[in-house]
């Protein structure tokens, strides 16, 4: 490969990030580019536009001080590559994947392309294997699986990275698989990443995690290239380790504002709010390296965290990413101000693989009529609250004031966990017991065969001093 | 066609020089891996590509070859049940070429060349034979007689017709003056296929899902634009259609979309049985896929792909339905190669021509009678889901679609948010071919069908209006006929007008069954009314048994059969005026379940 590689001496020009050349001989596409100026530290880029006039080079570092006539430019003849490796778990790199944890630089298993190459959808296994996230606004109402990417959307100071924190220390692989977490942050503050360290090696979740941490005072490019290593890091986990593997990205809306810097740079045509026409196609390149392929004993997942700026799902941002990922858990700034944590918002949430995922032998058998009865309870509540709004609760028809009530417990009791881990079976029993407060006529998502063996399972236990032979039980009206 | 080289690459589009000859949409192979790619501009002798694959690592200097043709697809047997990309090529055969991830450069051709199809003759040596001509029929799936055809362009006398095991390469006939015709034949995509004329629309694509069969129906060879916001089940609309919609063949884009989605249709597909024939509905379709990662250009190809397959199974005189999601990812296509060509956008940054190709693409819908003997007719509906950023209808690919679309089915986040599915709008939402396909509808399901559709769609705007008041002034200021038309149409909405798609005896609803429903709905207000007339008090009608009495309507099996027909008669036979009418159709309705099976070809 290093017959490839060939240097030139001065550039002939140089704007915001980008460095141009001319006369590059079979330059590359996508190819790796060293610049060395005398008395600075190298410097890496990557070809983004080739061609006889000018071919133009894109800097990974800060370019103040980067004097195009001084600068010697190599072309290394090969593509970006990352090491990655399962010696990577429990370390702390930078959104290069240099290490940050003052150890040396990981030795790897190999080298791989850290643009990756879309996976044959024939390959692909559809997800359908419950992940227990401890999260009951998640686990019940929008349940994740492997190989999905479900992002969560949050707003300006609300706690998406909590979430994400939380997910992170909660979540579990089912029968002990080997299961690995790899977290990117972007452009976080030095704050953020912090808190977010320390709290990996409290935890001891730093043992199976592997930290890509860019922070706010890095360059804005590299913030396009950081979850592309992370990714290639977690399809070679995944898909030639066997490891299941869970990839948190925050914060994506970093991302594309940095995507956007350099679209401007490079004097491209505007798309909406400025960010580039190919958002959708650059962001799919990164959502979509999730998923389980068919042979391979791995799963790469992604929880992908934004911020909505001024909690507008319709900025490009969220709304192109939705248009991607199989859903979107929403975070609600009245559910923040209240004190319920997490602030999941379930109405606009949506797990689109949450069918394939639950049930009998996944979750619990009426795992799908439970979630719509109480999406249909809350939705009505909410109705209810609007209404008692203008017209008072008093003004309300009792199935409206049964709603309204409802709609209190449900964010209270099931949403609101605060710092507790809610097992499935935890979450399925708060559910019920939300709904067992309903008539009978309320439950219009619940099948009457489920109704009675709810029935049946209540009545037992009615009576304490009852002895525990079965026949002591009396059967229930109907039953 | 010498030594054309690369002197610029940047995203998806490429040059080269010196290719002074070439044509627009001519298609060439760029690089030593010879990936594919058609020209969009020709300045003197520098040709500018728009490359199908990914050109990460493509280098100045690298080899352009002109093919001198433009792109094409190979229509022949061997396309039903078949999954292939942007460009024609079956994803099996890239992965048994390149394994799990898809790398460029691969050749694969989209039918299979060593596959034998048994071809039976329908026309003898010495017969004289035009274009679009029935020449004999392969059985190309248990469910769907292949026709091959004369291709278009082509006439002659038969000096020779060969029977029995052929591949699709090796010639079946051939003419007097050497042409030798054979199973398959290629053609332009971006070319319309031809007909002999258009046929005006009359009978209903029947989608099986009741608020569209009822509400907004659209005719075979109509086209419908499906815009939605995310999340608000556009795919599981399309999808749902693919699986129940009552046609012989489906084509099915995915463009643009996710990976995960694909994966699932296709392990879901091969097991759903079509209940016409009680095979697969694999047998009948076609997957065209072209995930969101997968190279940008072969996204704006695919839709021409899929549309001229479905042409093709037209062609033959089948009734096609074609599922696009999501055309405003082809749109993106377009718009990421026009300001890649430094192109003067136009709206949101589309390319001014969006509205013109667009337009061209929905108007390869229609209901024609095909070229050739003997006379066929065969029906293409597109069925083109739209994603406006942030939900917005006033975006331009969704007014572009709504120039030329005969029917809008809106979905609503908020809808979809109270997770009421199918999310369509009945307030935005429209159909222009309610007049044409009201006919079919008296004749084959009920002659009241119109009436009942026009009652329920009062009763839903009036239920907006009242919500409206209800909302300011508290439900308990409304008078008793203002709340029995509420929960009537709370029932309609809930029960009639939302499905779901992952019960089975309600993923599909046939007319039937949907005016049964609706039948239901209606005489629920009708009667209530009347009650509330003679004096009884709301809080006495029975609205919980009616209700109930809907549910147990919906949640019935849907067979189909003599007992769809009691039960059709047995509604209609309280109202004396309409009873006897619609007993007779709720028969003649049974005997034609969902539709039928056999195409006009060859009849």
Redesign the interface.
């Known amino acids: 490969m290093r017959a490839l590689e060939r240097t030139y001496h001065g550039a002939p020009a140089a704007a915001g990030p980008l460095l141009f050349l001319k006369g590059?001989?079979?330059?590359?596409?996508?190819?790796w580019v060293v610049i060395r100026t005398p008395g600075e530290p190298d410097r890496r880029g990557q070809v983004?536009?080739?061609?006889?006039?000018a071919?133009v080079v894109q800097v990974l570092e800060e370019t103040i001080g980067l004097a195009p006539r001084r600068a010697d430019v190599t072309l290394t003849g090969e593509?970006a590559q990352v090491v990655v490796g399962r010696d990577l778990l429990g370390r702390a790199l930078n959104g290069m994947g240099q290490p940050i944890d003052g150890l040396p630089p990981p030795f790897g298993e190999a080298l791989r392309p850290i643009?990756?190459?879309?996976?044959?959808?024939?390959?692909?296994?559809?997800?359908s294997d419950f992940i227990e996230t401890g999260i009951s606004a998640i686990d019940g109402m929008n349940t994740l699986v492997r190989?999905?990417k479900l992002p969560v959307f949050s707003g300006p100071g609300l706690p998406g990275l909590e979430l994400a924190g939380r997910i992170v220390e909660g979540a579990r692989a089912p029968r002990g698989e080997p299961f690995a977490v790899i977290f990117v942050g972007l452009g976080i503050t030095a704050r953020e990443a912090h808190a977010f360290l320390d709290r990996f090696e409290k935890s001891g979740a730093i043992e199976r995690s592997v930290l890509y941490l860019n922070e706010t005072r890095d360059p804005a490019i590299e913030r396009l290239l950081a979850p592309r290593i992370a990714l290639a890091q977690a399809e070679f986990l995944a898909?030639e380790a066997g490891i299941h593997v869970l990839v948190v990205i925050a914060d994506i809306a970093h991302y594309c504002e940095a995507l956007r810097e350099i679209a401007n740079a490079r004097e491209?045509?505007?798309?909406?709010r400025g960010y580039p026409?190919?958002m959708?196609?650059d962001l799919?390149?990164i959502y979509?390296?999730?998923?389980i392929?068919?042979g391979?004993a791995g799963s790469v997942t992604q929880i992908p965290i934004l911020t909505m700026p001024d909690d507008d799902i319709?900025?490009?941002v969220p709304?192109?990413t939705?248009?991607?990922t199989?859903?979107?858990i929403v975070l609600s700034r009245e559910l923040h101000r209240r004190g319920v944590f997490p602030p999941v918002d379930v109405?606009?949430s949506?797990s689109?693989?949450m069918?394939?995922g639950i049930g009998e032998g996944r979750t619990f058998a009426e795992h799908?009529e439970w979630a719509?009865q109480l999406?249909?309870s809350y939705?009505q509540g909410r109705d209810a609250r609007?209404?008692a709004a203008?017209?008072?609760e008093a003004?309300?028809?009792p199935a409206?004031r049964r709603a309204l009530a409802f709609a209190q417990r449900f964010e209270d009791e099931f949403v609101n966990q605060g710092a507790e881990r809610r097992t499935l079976e935890a979450t399925a029993a708060i559910g019920w017991a939300l709904l067992d407060a309903l008539p009978r006529?309320d439950l219009?998502r619940i099948t009457e065969a489920t109704w009675l063996r709810r029935e049946a399972a209540r009545a037992r236990p009615v009576d304490p001093a009852a002895p525990a032979a079965p026949v002591a039980v009396p059967a229930p009206a109907g039953g | 066609m010498t030594c054309a080289e690369v002197?610029?690459?940047?995203?998806a589009l490429a040059?080269a020089r010196p290719l002074p000859g070439a044509a627009l949409y001519e298609l060439v192979r760029v690089g030593e891996r010879g990936l594919l790619g058609e020209v969009v501009r020709v300045t003197g002798d520098v040709a500018t590509i728009q490359v199908y694959e990914?050109?990460?690592?493509?280098?100045?200097?690298e080899p352009v070859e002109a093919t001198g043709r433009p792109l094409m697809i190979e229509l022949g047997p061997g396309l039903l049940g078949a999954?292939i990309d942007g460009v024609g090529r079956p994803?099996?055969s890239?992965?048994g070429a390149?394994?799990?991830?898809?790398?460029p450069g691969a050749r694969a051709p989209t039918l299979d060349p060593s596959r034998r199809w048994s071809f039976e003759p329908h026309l003898a040596v010495g017969a004289r034979v035009a274009a679009g001509d029935v020449l004999g029929v392969v059985q190309e799936t248990p469910g769907v007689a292949h026709h091959v055809l004369v291709p278009p362009g082509c006439a002659g006398v038969l000096a020779e017709v060969r029977a029995g095991a052929l591949t699709v390469a090796e010639p079946c006939a051939l003419l007097e003056d050497g042409t030798a015709l054979r199973l398959a034949h290629a053609w332009p995509v971006r070319t319309p296929r031809p007909s002999a004329r258009r046929i005006p629309p009359g009978r209903p694509f029947v989608t099986g899902q009741r608020v569209l069969d009822l509400l907004f129906p659209v005719a075979e060879g109509g086209s419908v634009a499906v815009p939605g916001?995310?999340?608000t089940g556009k795919t599981i609309v399309e999808q749902s259609l693919a699986k129940y919609a009552d046609a012989d063949v489906v084509v099915y884009i995915?463009c643009?979309e996710?990976?995960?989605?694909?994966?699932?249709v296709?392990?879901?597909f091969p097991r759903l049985v079509d209940p016409r024939t009680g095979r697969s509905i694999m047998e009948r379709t076609v997957l065209v896929?072209n995930?969101?990662?997968?190279p940008?250009a072969a996204r704006e190809a695919s839709l021409y792909v899929g549309v001229t397959i479905a042409e093709f199974y037209r062609d033959m005189g089948y009734r096609v339905a074609l599922m696009a999601d999501s055309t405003s990812?082809w749109a993106?296509a377009l718009?990421?190669v026009g300001?890649r060509l430094q192109e003067m956008?136009g709206e949101?940054?589309y390319p001014t021509y969006l509205g013109n190709r667009l337009g061209k693409l929905f108007e390869r819908a229609g209901r024609v009678e095909a070229l050739g003997a003997p006379r066929r007719t065969g029906a293409l509906t597109i069925v083109s889901a739209i994603?406006p950023?942030?939900?917005?209808l006033s975006e331009p690919v969704t007014q572009a679609a709504l120039r030329v679309a005969g029917a809008l089915w809106a979905l609503d986040?908020a809808l979809?948010?109270?997770?009421h599915f199918p999310a369509i709008d009945w307030e935005t939402s429209y159909s222009l071919y309610d007049e044409a396909t009201a006919p079919w509808f008296a004749a084959e399901v009920a002659a009241d069908w119109a009436e009942v559709r026009r009652e329920l769609m009062t009763l839903l705007q009036q239920e907006r209006e009242l919500r409206e008041i209800?909302?300011?002034?508290?439900?308990?200021a409304l008078q008793d006929r203002e709340r029995l038309l509420l929960e009537c149409a709370r029932a309609l909405r809930?029960l009639v007008l939302a499905q779901s798609a992952?019960d089975p005896n309600d993923a599909s609803s046939s007319p039937a069954k949907t005016y049964r429903l609706a039948r239901l709905g209606r005489d629920m207000y009708r009667e209530g009314a009347e009650a509330l007339r003679r004096g009884v008090p709301y809080e006495r009608l029975e609205l919980?048994a009616a209700r109930r009495a809907l549910?147990a309507a919906r949640d019935a099996a849907d067979p189909g059969t003599g007992a769809v027909a009691a039960t059709v008669a047995g509604a209609g036979a309280a109202p004396a005026a309409v009873g006897a009418s619609a007993g007779g159709n709720g028969a003649r309705a049974a005997e034609r379940p969902t539709g039928k099976g056999v195409p006009h070809a060859g009849a």
Request: glycine residues 16%; aromatic residues 6%.
């Open positions: 590059t001989r079979r330059a590359a596409l996508g190819e983004i536009d080739v061609g006889e006039a071919t593509v643009v990756g190459a879309p996976m044959n959808p024939v390959r692909r296994i559809p997800p190989g999905q898909f491209e045509i505007p798309g909406r026409g190919y959708y196609t799919a390149s979509e390296r999730a998923g392929l068919e391979r319709t900025h490009p709304d192109l939705g248009y991607i199989e859903g979107q109405l606009p949506l689109r693989l069918n394939a799908r719509n999406y249909a939705t609007l209404m203008i017209v008072g003004g309300l028809q409206d006529e219009v | 002197v610029r690459v940047v995203g040059e990914d050109t990460t690592g493509l280098r100045l200097g999954v994803l099996a890239i992965a390149m394994g799990d991830f898809i790398a916001g995310f999340g995915g643009g996710r990976g995960n989605e694909m994966a699932e296709l392990a879901e896929v995930t969101s990662n997968m940008v990812r993106e718009r990421e300001s956008p949101e940054g994603s950023p942030g939900g917005d986040p979809a948010h109270q997770r209800a909302s300011l002034v508290g439900p308990d809930e992952f919980g549910a």
